[in-house]
């Protein structure tokens, strides 16, 4: 995955891995410093074998640690019941409608004090871990007023802090109107543009601004004034775009410049067009539309026409509540006529690319962060081939192992 790292890899680049077979890495001081046949690398730092720990990867498949773009990480309470009500019928947008979906989540992210917060998202940040992944990118929008916006930013702050692992954030006041303010919707954006935008910026709690551009939610003309007033403050624009219904989130990406789409279950041939020439990185949730029921994004016509893809969970209590995103893998493979390979540049140095961090990490190459995931299988391909399974032997933050044997340290 050598030379992606200035720009994300598309096209037939995005099938190019570069196998090193019975390879080795050397890092030094939690980078690292080279890759290469083994035989090599031992012959070359020889003086340090003695010192060093060593790692035994023989048989098993050695790859950047994973990156997931795009997730909820930080909420408070479980949607079990919802999931109950669509499988008799009930749909995503209505449930939202009548108070429940984000609003249920919100209710119980308010009321939710700084310490359940954070534990429940330690918790689902280690399973993250256990997966191989060692850097996610965490969304707000789930407090909705100002207070618990900045509380949902701080406590990824604070994961950040004490974890090896590394949080991106991104701020999505725009992730629903609040109930009591849903005949204006107006306002509301007024509240996110002029309340919640300065203060984040100010606390420095957000690198992206994300909005949910979705036909009953905030319409493409009220996204894009909340995404111009984040980039005043120099907050990237991100957009959940196209999810639901078609609704010019593609379009509407190109034309902000935003580091990314998101979703795109239902973007046009030409916001795909103009996504491709904008080089606005398309993030495809597989896990959604599994969990939605709904008709997969068009992963293989986006590639082929030039955009650049990432694969991510979602992770969310609603559309997508898991974490794994090994099984995303398997989804861009069964459901999106992806390729092995791809879906391997998908969930590594093109994720880092949609959070602006491919300079430190996603691929395996000297200077950048010893991010290591190790799956115990003789060959990537049985990655997907042997779906439902954790594959994670070991995984290395860092250069720290922080998982051995499929068990956190
Ligand atoms: O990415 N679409 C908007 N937001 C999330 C779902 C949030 C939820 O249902 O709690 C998503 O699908
Ligand atoms: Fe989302």
């Known amino acids: 995955m050598e030379g992606y790292t200035k720009k994300p890899a598309v096209k037939e680049a995005m099938s190019h891995i570069n196998i090193i077979k019975n390879g080795s890495i050397f890092i030094e001081n939690g980078k690292i410093v080279e890759t290469g046949p083994e035989e090599k690398i031992r012959q070359k730092y020889q003086a340090h074998l003695q010192s060093a720990k060593h790692i035994d990867a023989t048989g098993k498949v050695v790859v950047p640690g994973l990156v997931d773009p795009h997730t909820h990480l930080v909420h408070a309470g479980t949607r079990e019941n919802e999931y109950a009500m669509r499988l008799t019928g009930r749909s995503y947008m209505d449930i939202m409608k009548s108070g429940g979906g984000i609003h249920a989540t919100t209710r119980a992210t308010q009321q939710a004090s700084l310490k359940q917060l954070y534990d429940e998202s330690e918790e689902r940040l280690n399973q993250f871990l256990l997966h191989g992944v060692t850097t996610v990118e965490a969304k707000s929008g789930y407090g909705l007023t100002l207070e618990h916006e900045l509380k949902q930013l701080e406590v990824a702050k604070q994961l950040d802090k ?10 999505m006041g725009a992730h629903a109107v609040p109930m009591d303010e849903k005949d ?71 034309e902000v410049g935003a580091i990314s789409a998101d979703h795109l279950l239902k973007a046009s041939e030409q916001g795909i067009k103009k996504m491709a020439e904008a080089g606005v ?21 986006m590639i082929d026409a030039g955009v650049a893809i990432a694969l991510s969970t979602d992770a969310n209590p609603g559309s ?81 192992p922080v998982v051995e044997g499929g068990q956190l340290k």
């Open 162 to 171: 004490d974890h090896p692992f590394d949080l991106v954030s991104t701020f």
């Open 184 to 254: 204006n919707p107006d306002r509301f954006v007024k509240r996110v543009i002029e309340e919640m935008l300065p203060e984040v910026a100010k606390k420095k709690l957000a690198v992206f601004n994300d909005v949910f551009c979705e036909r009953g939610v905030f319409t493409p003309e009220q996204s894009r004034r909340i995404l111009e007033a984040g980039k005043e403050y120099g907050l990237t624009p991100k957009i959940h775009a196209d999810e639901i219904e078609p609704y010019e989130g593609a379009e509407l990406a190109a």
């Open 281 to 301: 990185i398309g993030v495809l949730l597989p896990g959604t539309a599994f969990f939605l029921m709904a008709e997969f994004a068009e992963a293989r016509k």
């Open 320 to 400: 997508s509540p898991t974490i794994s995103l090994p099984f995303m893998m398997n989804l861009g493979c069964l459901k999106m006529g992806m390729t092995p390979e791809e879906v391997l540049t998908a969930t590594t140095i093109n994720a880092a690319h949609a959070i602006g961090c491919a300079e430190s990490i996603g691929s395996l190459e000297p200077g950048k962060k010893a991010d290591v995931t190790i799956f115990k299988v003789p060959n990537y391909l049985t990655l997907s081939y042997k779906y439902g399974i954790n594959h994670v032997d070991t995984v290395v933050k860092a250069g720290v």
